[in-house]
């Protein structure tokens, strides 16, 4: 792919939920396993792996890549569009906000950023609303939603690291340099590629930030 035509868009930290005409970008071992011939079904038969993750399949179009990594690979002001969903919770803060500040070196003057992530004030406020009923149940939903990767041994990547709201992605955002970040309605969005791909709005925040 020529990485300096200035059309190209991506989709990071896809996960199996690609976009028709983005690069895909995920470095999820188990996107890698699909690839190799034989070697989920022997994960399976060895049961390092279970029946969910046997049956779930990623599409072809997957680059398996550090969305860090790939992002390094474009020039300057490269790229017209970077959309991801349910991915940059995923992140230590500073390796979040590293990839962030490379989303703005690559993107064109006119290119669109657009991030949707969990809120955290929705997950506040149902923990607010629940734990006098739930007790330790909503507790500990509420601390596993904001940073569970620090409350059990997993891999980078697996659970959440880090929760944002509105104000706090904003902030983080222009620091970095974006001129222009709003509150992102899948309804009014500019992008119909994307309408199919509502994921769990009720309890997300969309963020659309620009040059």
């Known amino acids: 792919m020529d990485k300096n035509i200035s059309s190209v868009r991506i989709n990071l930290g896809c996960g199996t939920r690609t976009l028709k005409g983005?690069?895909?970008?995920?470095?999820?071992?188990?996107?890698?396993?699909?690839?190799?011939?034989?070697?989920?079904?022997?994960?399976?038969l060895l049961r390092i792996i279970d029946l969910q993750k046997l049956e779930r399949k990623?599409?072809?179009?997957?680059?398996?890549?550090?969305?860090?990594?790939?992002?390094?690979?474009?020039?300057?002001?490269?790229?017209?569009?970077?959309?991801?969903?349910h991915f940059l919770e995923h992140l230590p803060l500073q390796k979040a906000i590293a990839l962030l500040e490379e989303c703005r070196r690559v993107l064109s003057s006119e290119g669109k950023l657009r991030i949707v992530v969990p809120d955290l004030v929705f997950h506040a406020r149902r923990y607010l609303d629940t734990v006098s009923l739930e007790g330790k149940v909503s507790h500990d939903r509420f601390l596993f939603e904001v940073s569970g990767a620090y409350l059990v041994n997993s891999r980078e990547g697996q659970n959440h690291y880090y929760a944002y709201d509105y104000w706090s992605l904003k902030d983080i955002l222009l620091k970095i340099g974006f001129t222009k970040v709003d509150k992102w309605d899948f309804d009014e969005m500019e992008t119909p590629d994307l309408y199919d791909f509502r994921h769990r709005l009720e309890e997300s925040i969309c963020i659309e930030a620009s040059k």
């Open 58 to 85: 990623w599409p072809d179009d997957v680059v398996l890549s550090d969305s860090l990594k790939e992002l390094k690979k474009y020039p300057n002001s490269s790229v017209e569009e970077i959309y991801s969903c």
């Open 22 to 44: 983005f690069v895909n970008v995920d470095n999820s071992p188990s996107a890698f396993v699909e690839k190799v011939p034989g070697l989920k079904k022997l994960l399976y």
